[in-house]
């Protein structure tokens, strides 16, 4: 039968041999294993499941950014590329999104982050038949919101996924690839529209496209991950974290860098559709490798630095490319300006890539604790949704009529938050999710997660003091 018995500083043999094994805990945890075993191994071929949801997502958020451009689309519905009409196809899919909160973080809490992936997967398959058998401009708007409802259950159970599954010390890098896989999605999606703008109904064959999914590769997902089943079952709450407050997802209001790509290309002077759909079929393998690169360096130059620095060169970039887009305009016979522009655009998209595209689902993941995570995710992504329909709805018309000018207010934006990361933002790189609790439970977190974590971050994470130890025997 089990006893518990107390042991207090007057028990100096018990006392150091619990010290000796938590100080053996915190060295193993400062151990950095082989990325090469064949459990890691294992482990890549769950994670890649989790990642195949950002490439869904990164499919389906961009093929509408090529499609725009393809002269077939236009003329079957009768829409000019930047336009209210056109506002309202790229917001519907957002408006969807912002829908389906109230029923991703349940669907995930009760039948777990598979039945969260799965659940998506089927709603984007009706979602991809609506737009690709749409009759009239009615039934695809219809679809574009079905196919934002399902997308936002992959992109909670996705990353929260990855996020918990990712072994402690390769944090980092293993959830920044998860939305890495996006650019893979939308290099797909770029190059099959460029593959079809000449045929006549080639529009419907990049949304047929969509049906390519993941469940397959579900069936070797394990169907309940350790953190969850302990939460879930109400188990012992070790990495219950306890924190002052809750950092959320800032809405990225930045344009959508693959949405928005065509009407900043129409806004450096270039008219032509092949060659809007060449530029736009560059830039995502572009991004792609700039997310990765960012992926790479989030343990080494941390959340925070990368963030910051991301937006600096945002702000920069688009205050040189506010006058390039005009004078590309108002001298089109300059092929210089037009071809700056363009470099510009590109910098733009490489820069926002590097640190936003890694860190946006993956930093809420990490200020969450277990039993929040799936609804603050959800929380996060309704907020995202909501600002990003506002962006895509607005951003044709604003193109349309103050063109170039409108990456003013973007660069306003950046200052904002700038200001919001720098003071209320924390530093999560070289901590487990259960030791972030003592930086949340700090006065002033931005503070506690600048300093180095040390062993009492080991007895803050326990629940422990070196005086008062609680041994099972």
């Known amino acids: 039968m089990a006893t518990e018995t107390k042991m207090s500083t007057d028990a100096p043999d018990h006392e150091e041999l619990v010290d000796q094994a938590i100080e053996l805990a915190y060295a193993n945890s400062e151990a950095r294993p082989s990325l090469w075993t064949w459990s890691m191994f294992r482990l890549y071929g769950c994670l890649l499941i989790g990642y195949l949801c950002a490439c869904t997502n990164g499919f389906d958020g961009s093929v509408m950014g090529g499609i725009n451009a393809m ?15 056109t506002g309202i196809i790229f917001a519907i899919y957002n408006i969807g999104t912002a829908c389906a909160v109230l029923f991703v973080g349940p669907v995930n809490d009760h039948w777990g982050r598979r039945a969260g992936m799965w659940t998506g ?5 009706i979602g991809t038949f609506l737009t690709a058998r ?27 996924y990855v996020g918990e599954m990712a072994h402690p010390v390769w944090r980092g890098p293993l959830s920044g690839l998860y939305n890495c896989f996006w650019y893979i999605g939308s290099i797909v999606a770029a190059w099959v529209v460029y593959g079809t703008k000449y045929k006549a109904a080639g529009w419907r064959i990049p949304l047929y496209c969509q049906l390519i999914v ?57 008219t032509s559709e092949s060659k809007k759909l060449l530029l736009n079929g560059i830039n995502a393998p572009l991004c792609f490798i700039a997310s990765i690169s ?32 005009k004078l590309a305009n108002t001298d089109p016979d300059n092929p210089a300006a037009a071809n700056s522009s363009i470099a510009f655009i590109y910098l733009f998209a490489i820069t926002f890539s590097t640190a936003w595209t890694p860190l946006s689902p993956m930093y809420v993941v990490e200020c969450l604790e277990t039993s929040t995570r799936a609804k603050g995710k959800s929380l996060a992504q309704f907020i995202t949704a909501c600002s990003s329909a506002v962006v895509s709805y607005s951003s044709g018309p604003a193109f349309q009529h103050i063109k170039y000018y409108f990456y003013i207010a973007f660069i306003g934006w950046d200052v904002v938050e700038l200001i919001v990361i720098y003071f209320f933002w924390p530093e999560t790189k070289d901590r487990t999710l259960e030791e972030l609790k003592e930086v949340f439970a700090a006065p002033n977190p931005v503070k506690k997660s600048l300093e180095p974590k040390n062993l009492q971050t080991v007895f803050n994470t326990l629940d422990m003091t070196k005086a008062h130890v609680t041994v099972t025997a």
């Open 294 to 325: 960012g992926s790479m360096l989030l343990d080494k130059a941390g959340r925070r630095p990368l963030l910051m620095g991301s937006l600096l060169g945002c702000m920069v970039f688009f205050a040189i490319l506010t006058p390039l887009s």
């Open 134 to 160: 749409a009759k009239d401009h009615g039934m695809f708007i219809a679809g574009r919101f079905v196919l934002g409802f399902g997308v936002c259950f992959l992109n909670v159970s996705g990353p929260v």
């Open 121 to 125: 997967a089927a709603i984007v398959i």
């Open 71 to 85: 002269t077939s689309y236009q003329d079957y519905f009768h829409m000019v590329s930047a336009s209210s009409s």
């Open 214 to 270: 993941m469940e397959k590769g579900m069936r070797i997902i394990p169907s309940l991950n350790f953190k969850w089943l302990k939460w879930n079952m109400r188990f012992p709450p070790m990495d219950q974290t306890r924190s002052s407050g809750i950092t959320e997802n800032s809405g990225k209001l930045e344009p959508n860098v693959t949405a928005c790509f065509v009407l900043m290309l129409e806004n450096a002077g270039i």
